[in-house]
């Protein structure tokens, strides 16, 4: 099985970072997230319970190692999670993901949506460089769209909705950034985990990306390719009320920072985060 397992033949280090690479932070006793150059992974688990954790996405390529040390660091050496839950399956936040199943041997759990481009058997659209946005847009020809092969380690999220190995979460499909992209949702303290079904930071601009400049926006341009389904999630996203909530790309954010800028995303979708040209408008 392990056998099977492969990255995209285009899987390369990306020569990105930003003030916030190789730092994170708590925002509950069980929820950390890390930022891994320009985006965020997660762990779920108190590592005062013993009681076992979660990965959620597993950030950029050729990471594994930084990604393991910050691990062991939150939850002791030789720590083990029960699984990896994926976001999505672009390149920034499987980059990761068959070095660390190797290395952990445990199961994959993404949207059924998303196991093509998790099983070798289908490439992402080409992200656009023609998209309007900044410089990271312009650039983004040289990311990789080809499909990692998880082989046999990668399962379907559970149909019920709730999260193998996170008890009071269920995931929610939030398509348009990806067919299958999905959110993680708690119920108890409204805590979001977004991935890229909107951000915190212009992910288009490399500026605000170097200087992570904090506001709520739509998922990153150069990759979007269904923007009528990111605005139906974006809208489905800022009915939950979210008290807290970490994004893909950008520092946490909550609060009536959070509530106003989802509401001013929601209403003003259509003209700051559809771009007015592009491939897939």
């Known amino acids: ?28 006793m069980d929820l950390f997230y890390y930022t891994n150059q320009v985006v965020n992974i997660c762990l779920y688990g108190n590592p005062e319970q013993k009681d076992g954790w979660v990965l959620i996405d597993t950030g950029m390529p050729k990471s594994a190692e930084e990604i393991v040390s910050v691990v062991e660091e939150r939850f002791g050496p030789d720590s083990r999670p029960k699984a990896i839950i994926l976001t999505h399956g672009h390149f920034d936040h499987v980059g990761a993901s068959v070095d660390l199943v190797r290395h952990w ?10 196991l093509p ?54 995931w929610i499909h939030t398509p348009g950034h990806s067919p299958g992209h999905i959110s993680l949702f708690r119920e108890e303290d409204r805590t979001l985990i977004a991935g890229d079904a909107f951000v915190t930071v212009r992910q288009d601009s490399l500026y605000k990306v170097l200087v992570q400049k904090t506001e709520v926006c739509g998922p990153p341009r150069y990759f979007t390719t269904d923007w009528q389904a990111a605005w139906e999630s974006v809208k489905k996203l800022a009915a939950l009320k979210p008290r807290v909530a970490i994004t893909g790309h950008g520092t946490p954010m909550e609060g009536e920072e959070l509530a106003t800028g989802l509401t001013n995303l929601v209403q003003d979708f259509e003209s700051v985060a559809i771009p007015d040209y592009g491939r897939y408008i």
């Open 117 to 170: 481009f998790l099983t070798g058997k289908s490439p992402y659209p080409e992200p656009d460089p023609s998209v309007e946005g900044g410089l990271v847009a312009k650039v983004s020809s040289y990311f990789p769209n080809e499909a990692t092969n998880l082989g046999g380690h990668v399962h379907s999220l559970p149909a019920d909705g709730s999260v193998p190995g996170m008890n009071g979460w269920r």
């Open 1 to 28: 099985m392990e056998n099977e397992m492969k990255y995209s033949k285009d899987n390369k280090f990306i020569p990105v970072t930003s003030l916030s690479a190789h730092t994170g932070e708590e925002v509950a």
């Open 105 to 114: 041997d445990i199961p994959v759990y993404a949207h059924e949506l998303e």
